[in-house]
């Protein structure tokens, strides 16, 4: 079959999210996800979630998402959270200096402009929030 099922985008869906949780097992997929707050995913809430990723994918716009439709999503995704902005496929100076700013401000937890142990600390156990996402 030309198109993957929401079987497989729920798959998709299911194995990002594990891979994007943080410390507590919940990353920010689960949160899209959970869009009452109330920290389960009903079936509505899965097929929004699943309407988002196939609008998100689906390049052609023909309500469908294909095997290279969801590489090329997935692809892009990456690249963004690596810090390519502009989509261009490299990462330029510009973006990597932009992204090592971003990443400072969030370490620095008092505004101080620099960091402390105790903030370097927080960041290597995951205590930043976002790490590589714009």
């Known amino acids: 079959m030309k198109y993957l099922g929401l079987f497989a985008a729920a798959a998709v869906l299911s194995s990002t999210a594990v891979m994007a949780a943080g ?9 899209k996800m959970d869009k ?3 920290g389960k995913i ?7 979630a699943h309407e988002d990723f196939i609008r998100a994918a689906d390049a052609n716009g023909d309500g469908g998402v294909t095997q290279e439709e969801m590489q ?3 692809k892009k995704k990456m690249a963004e959270r690596l810090g390519d902005t ?9 973006e990597f200096e ?3 700013a971003e990443r400072f401000k969030k370490l620095d937890k008092n505004g ?9 600390r ?4 995951g205590g930043h929030e976002g790490r590589g996402k714009h």
């Open 23 to 31: 410390p507590g097992g919940r990353g920010d997929h689960f949160a």
């Open 36 to 38: 009452n707050g109330d």
């Open 42 to 48: 009903t079936s509505s809430e899965m097929d929004s």
């Open 72 to 74: 090329a999503h997935h």
């Open 86 to 94: 502009n989509g261009d496929g490299a990462i330029s100076r510009a």
């Open 98 to 100: 932009a992204q090592s």
């Open 112 to 120: 101080d402009g620099s960091l402390s142990q105790d903030e370097l």
């Open 122 to 125: 927080d960041g290597r156990r």
